[in-house]
């Protein structure tokens, strides 16, 4: 079946460092591929997606980009800030509709 | 802009107690969805609803169950909680198609039972 593998947290950057969470799938078809952001207290927020091959999803400076050959949709950012912390979730939609399915998340902890 | 709302926020219960969580949308979406989160094992659905008057269980849904009488309400409920059920829980919504699929979640309900 579909499953989804991030890397484990925390991950403990200093400000203004470079970041990359990995997130690596398994699906049949053609799967859209998502990162969500949960931040202290709150809820989780859709950060970006990528429904095709080689798309590149971006918002807030963060970017992923869809490998289809490496089954792999790891999220990055050039200079990381405090306001960042927070849990990041990798997930995907395959054939089913209705369903995503989602990594363990990853915790982000920036110091100043 | 209220989105997708829970209460309550936080409850305390003793083993066997019944509860009640609600979750309401305002944005006329059709899919309504119950996730828990528990430390070290992300988001786990318990329910999810394509429509008014429908519900499908999802990946844990021992010991929940759940109504979807008006389109914008989504129930979840304990009959008997336990501690296993000790978690946070999450409602979200989105709207039908192909489209981004993006959810729409709710801040959260903590529930401990003791």
């Known amino acids: 079946g579909n499953s989804v593998t991030q890397m484990e947290g925390p991950v403990t950057l200093s400000e203004e460092a470079f970041l990359t969470i990995n997130c690596t799938y398994t699906a049949t078809g053609y799967p859209s591929l998502f990162w969500y952001v949960q931040y202290p207290g709150e809820g989780l927020q859709l950060l970006l997606k990528a429904t095709k091959a080689d798309d590149k999803g971006s918002n807030k400076g963060f970017e992923a980009t869809y490998r289809k050959e490496t089954t792999s949709f790891h999220l990055e950012k050039g200079s990381v800030q405090v306001s960042d912390s927070a849990v990041y979730f990798c997930a995907l939609r395959g054939d089913s509709n209705y369903q995503l399915i989602w990594g363990a998340g990853t915790k982000l902890i920036i110091k100043p | 802009n209220a989105g997708v709302t829970q209460t309550p926020k936080f409850r305390v219960l003793k083993t066997g107690q019944s509860m009640t969580l609600l979750c309401a949308q305002d944005m006329n979406h059709e899919y309504m969805y119950w996730y828990r989160q528990d430390p070290g094992m992300g988001l786990r659905l318990i329910h999810y609803?394509?429509?008014?008057?429908?519900?499908a269980k999802g990946e844990v849904p021992d010991g929940y169950n759940v109504s979807r009488l008006k389109k914008q309400n989504f129930l979840l409920g304990l009959e008997s909680a336990a501690p296993s059920q000790t978690s946070v829980y999450f409602c979200?919504?989105?709207?039908?198609?192909?489209?981004?699929?993006?959810?729409?979640f709710g801040e959260g309900s903590r529930l401990t039972v003791l």
């Open positions: 979200a919504s989105r709207k039908t198609g192909t489209g981004t699929g993006e959810l729409f």
């Open positions: 609803s394509v429509g008014e008057g429908t519900t």
